[in-house]
């Protein structure tokens, strides 16, 4: 059984920055591709970041590129993902998730196992 446990969203104004985490069950995260996606209210699901799971590959999604970096810390099982220079339309639940049978990393929802009940983010004008 794999747990995903997302934290650090919250509130920030625009130009602000945030760190999200994402705690995993075992070595989940040392084994696994890991995924961040987001969905804003009356949106779709969408894929922001991944890293692969000996972190030679990241992968982010155009809106981000150049302002969000993921990363992980394999002692913590733990997966991060750093958000600078945040505009109000990266408002959203955040949620990470893990691919145990990842080949590189994927931005598509399918491919990934587990999920965590995600973290809001709120960014104001």
């Known amino acids: 059984q794999v747990e995903l446990v997302e934290s650090g969203g919250g509130l920030v104004q625009a130009g602000g920055s945030l760190r999200l985490s994402c705690a995993a069950s075992g070595r989940t995260v040392s084994s696994s591709a890991m995924g961040w996606f987001r969905q804003a209210p009356g949106n779709e699901r969408e894929f922001v970041a991944c890293?692969?799971?000996?972190?030679?590959?990241?992968n982010y999604a155009d809106s981000v590129k150049g302002r969000f970096t993921i990363s992980r810390d394999n002692a913590k099982n733990t997966v991060y993902l750093q958000m600078d220079s945040l505009k109000p339309e990266d408002t959203a639940l955040y949620s990470c998730?893990?691919?145990?049978?990842?080949?590189?990393?994927?931005?598509?929802?399918?491919?990934?196992?587990?999920w965590g009940q995600g973290t809001r983010v709120t960014v104001s004008s």
């Open positions: 998730a893990a691919d145990q049978t990842p080949s590189g990393c994927s931005s598509r929802v399918r491919e990934y196992d587990y």
């Open positions: 890293i692969s799971r000996t972190s030679k590959y990241t």
